[in-house]
């Protein structure tokens, strides 16, 4: 094997030019953990193509020398999915440097972005012509379209234009073969066979690899009026969504934060500060958006919410005054997972059930969780309208230093059979990657994972692309 | 093979019933010939179960005799995707009797329908509650939601719904070994591999059996404007195009209209009458539509439309001033294929290229094919806005009464050759089935060929899901 490996970074050299082959370990080492520092991995060189010609002649290579390939983004995920494995047995194939946009159009609505291209240098190319690329998550500033697509990311802005499955127009891969696929003609409409594009969206690179991505834009926001809301149970909350559904197609964002998740931003992240002047047992983020200038988003909301509280839907609320709020409002949102680490150990899941199922299944779970481990706190916020709750719990106050690892498993464990139990998933935006594999194994309809096992032997029968990885 | 026939057909109707198996020839043949009557099978049985449990033990006895099942819906398609083979070999299995509406809801926008659900039947019981299942097309009189999906239809509202990828929130299927796929559940957010959903979606029932889909649905339409327009080219009209949607996102209808075509169809269809009192050399049929009642669509299309004449995009319109005249405007569209095959005989192309491209694209082939065939008349009529043209080759007035059976496949040859030049599809709609596979084999990428084969083989490796369809 170390023979193999050697002979491969030798051959790639050759080939691809030195730039392309990273051996230096200290170069190495910032990108063989994973993103929350839960699992090291080893890799002996990583190399990194420019071309999608380059990483054709990689993939060839790898295939010959039987030496499986990781590729990696941005180094974000949330699952491990792009850590290569301990035993320094793959190399690691870093896409950034395929990092130039192609083409970016407000005429077509479409960019077409390289694998490597960052998203927040979308977002950015996308503003300047006026467009916008309308998915968005906190890695902005490091995540990239490869890794956004390969894992069908989602983020705060799904309920109105969903994950990246809707998003993607087309997209350009080099299949396990070493051979190209081009997805990018841009047709709207392409009725021959099976969809290898929708195939290799949130394949994790175990399919092949993601070289770039024909991206679907809109137009850019001319307001938004962002507002905090509290209600009396996560059902209250789901009503209001309902509610402002009905009379407006604005919502972009519409997330539930806890009692309790606020109180732990409020106490440990600086210059925070409650919206509402009184305690409530629930609080959700209202965001709207218009592309239309004459639109008075800000006015249509206040109604609505008027309304709301009129008729005891929401108990209080709060129209953000300007964008320092409004950025403020989501700042409380977006602390909560640093808050609870600060307040000590918490074990992170990443659920969905069905929208209308989610309240009950919230209030239902945290206290069957607390039950069966007394002393741990459990609650849930996030995107309660696409029915995607960031289920966490956390270690009491009494919890020994190794709580997560003594117990965590195991929780997570009655977690998961909760939500499979619910018709859920046990991976609603994260993906499977390493860290959820055991669990999608012992839980997973069995003709899933048939059919998942039959395609990756079928388009990866040298198992050389992300072995190890999502496929259970 | 006729022994196993006759063995499989005497256990189904064991295990399934006397009423799940049809094997008079009188009940048989009208469904063994394709929808356009260009070709005809044979088969000694229509298998019509009534449950999914009952196609799952159709899939698993068909798997044992190693007897080939072809699904069908309203046989309403365009490739003969449905159609059995002449020698009798393969059993008919029709979805038609699973037709009930498993549930539907205005709150979750979902409605779950089983294959054999009439499209209008969905259309009426979506308006029963106010909502709306926005994909229509020609045949949704007789045309299934199975069929629908497995085809990945379009239809005159793709512009701004998209086709059946888009509207299927996830969906049921028996798989080829007799396993049941899942993916009712209704979750928004599911990351756990690849999506079977997605890969079955056009799949032309080659990978499995759809027995139900979650449907989305949208807030019915309040009010609807319908304006044809005069341009002077294809270029313009999709400036027009341009010119509305940067200005309002209610167009959902944007169909191009030759001179001739239309010309075609006051001629043969009776009761007919063209909108505008001068001739123009195109003409574009424009739908916009919303579901807020306050919206005053019609002035807005109006406002629009001037604004467009005043700066030249268009050389004439009119409104609809009501809906008989709205649906008198949408029957010279629908009109089109009718009135063509009344003038003679006519070579259909469902062709997409880059919607930019279009309009050069269509100027541009008509030219070379009237060259390359003296006599014949190309034209190009239907999806604009989504570069989706049927772009149509008519025989010539002095053309031989075998012209289509003498010419028409090499004329097809030169259209396909041309549209593949241009990066675009040979099938944008009706998808591949058997019509087109001789020409997909010909002109498809073989990184696609190789994946779709190795696809096909991996989840049906001994052949049994409409065999001889969709893959080279």
């Given at each position: 094997?170390?023979d193999?490996?050697?002979?491969l970074?030798?051959r790639a050299?050759e080939?691809?030019?030195?730039k392309?082959?990273?051996a230096?370990?200290r170069d ?6 994973d993103?929350?520092?839960?699992v ?5 060189a990583?190399?990194a193509p420019a071309?999608?010609?380059d ?5 060839k290579?790898a295939?010959e020398?039987?030496?499986p390939?990781?590729p990696?983004g941005?180094?974000t995920?949330?699952s491990a999915?792009a850590t290569?494995p ?11 440097r395929?990092?130039r946009i ?5 005429q077509?609505r479409l ?10 240098t ?7 012509i006026?467009m ?6 906190g890695a902005r500033?490091?995540?990239t379209?490869g890794g956004?697509t ?6 705060t802005?799904v309920?109105?234009f969903?994950?990246m499955?809707s998003l993607?127009?087309g ?6 073969d070493?051979s ?5 003609s ?7 066979g099976y969809?290898i594009?929708q ?6 690179g175990?399919?092949g690899v993601?070289?770039a991505?024909a ?9 938004r009026a962002v507002a905090w809301a509290g209600?009396e ?7 209001l ?8 197609g604005?919502?972009?964002?519409f ?5 309790d998740?606020?109180?732990?931003v409020?106490?440990h992240?600086?210059?925070?500060r409650?919206p ?5 047992p ?11 200038p004459?639109?008075?988003?800000l ?5 609505l919410l008027?309304?709301?509280?009129d ?5 209080d ?6 964008e320092?709020?409004?950025d ?6 977006d ?7 600060a307040?000590?150990?918490t074990l992170?899941?990443d659920i969905s059930?069905a ?5 009950r299944f919230l209030?239902d779970a945290?206290g ?5 481990f007394?002393?741990?706190v ?6 309660l309208g696409d ?13 020994a230093p190794d709580?997560?690892e003594?117990e965590?498993a ?5 977690v998961?059979?909760l939500?499979?139990a619910?018709?859920?998933?046990i991976?609603?935006e ?8 055991a669990?999608f194994a012992?839980l997973?309809d ?6 998942l096992r ?5 388009l990866?029968?040298?198992g050389?692309m992300?072995?190890g990885?999502?496929v259970?």
């Amino acid at each position: 094997m170390t023979d193999a490996i050697a002979q491969l970074i030798a051959r790639a050299g050759e080939q691809l030019g030195a730039k392309a082959v990273i051996a230096d370990p200290r170069d190495i080492e910032p990108w063989v953990t994973d993103w929350r520092g839960r699992v090291h991995g080893a890799t002996r060189a990583i190399f990194a193509p420019a071309s999608t010609e380059d990483v054709a002649t990689v993939v060839k290579l790898a295939a010959e020398h039987r030496v499986p390939l990781v590729p990696q983004g941005g180094n974000t995920g949330m699952s491990a999915g792009a850590t290569p494995p301990a035993d320094g047995s793959a190399i690691l194939l870093s896409m950034r440097r395929m990092n130039r946009i192609r083409s970016i159009g407000a005429q077509d609505r479409l960019a077409v972005a390289e694998a490597g291209v960052v998203l927040a240098t979308l977002h950015d190319a996308a503003h300047e012509i006026g467009m916008r690329f309308p998915l968005t998550l906190g890695a902005r500033g490091s995540c990239t379209i490869g890794g956004l697509t390969s894992t069908n990311a989602g983020g705060t802005q799904v309920l109105k234009f969903g994950t990246m499955r809707s998003l993607v127009a087309g997209l350009e891969a080099v299949l396990p073969d070493g051979s190209i696929h081009n997805g990018l003609s841009g047709l709207k409409k392409d009725n021959r066979g099976y969809s290898i594009d929708q195939l290799l969206i949130g394949a994790e690179g175990t399919l092949g690899v993601v070289t770039a991505v024909a991206l679907r834009l809109v137009p850019a926001v001319a307001a938004r009026a962002v507002a905090w809301a509290g209600v009396e149970s996560p059902a209250s909350a789901l009503d209001l969504l309902r509610f402002i559904e009905a009379r407006t197609g604005t919502v972009e964002g519409f997330e539930l934060v806890p009692h309790d998740s606020l109180n732990l931003v409020l106490k440990h992240v600086p210059g925070t500060r409650a919206p509402l002047g009184k305690a409530h047992p629930w609080h959700v983020l209202v965001e709207a958006a218009t592309a239309d200038p004459q639109h008075d988003i800000l006015g249509e909301l206040e109604t609505l919410l008027g309304a709301a509280l009129d008729q005891g839907i929401i108990t209080d609320a709060v129209i953000a005054s300007s964008e320092v709020q409004a950025d403020a409002f989501w700042k409380l949102r977006d602390s909560i997972s640093e808050a609870e680490r600060a307040e000590g150990q918490t074990l992170a899941h990443d659920i969905s059930v069905a929208v209308a199922d989610m309240p009950r299944f919230l209030v239902d779970a945290s206290g069957e969780v607390e039950r069966a481990f007394p002393g741990v706190v459990a609650s849930g916020f996030g995107h309660l309208g696409d029915g995607n709750i960031h289920f966490h719990v956390r270690a009491g106050s009494h919890a020994a230093p190794d709580w997560y690892e003594r117990e965590g498993a195991e929780i997570t464990r009655f977690v998961d059979a909760l939500v499979t139990a619910a018709g859920g998933s046990i991976s609603a935006e994260h993906g499977i990657g390493q860290l959820k594999r055991a669990e999608f194994a012992r839980l997973a309809d069995p003709a899933r994972v048939h059919a998942l096992r039959a395609i990756k032997q079928a388009l990866d029968p040298l198992g050389i692309m992300n072995p190890g990885k999502l496929v259970p």
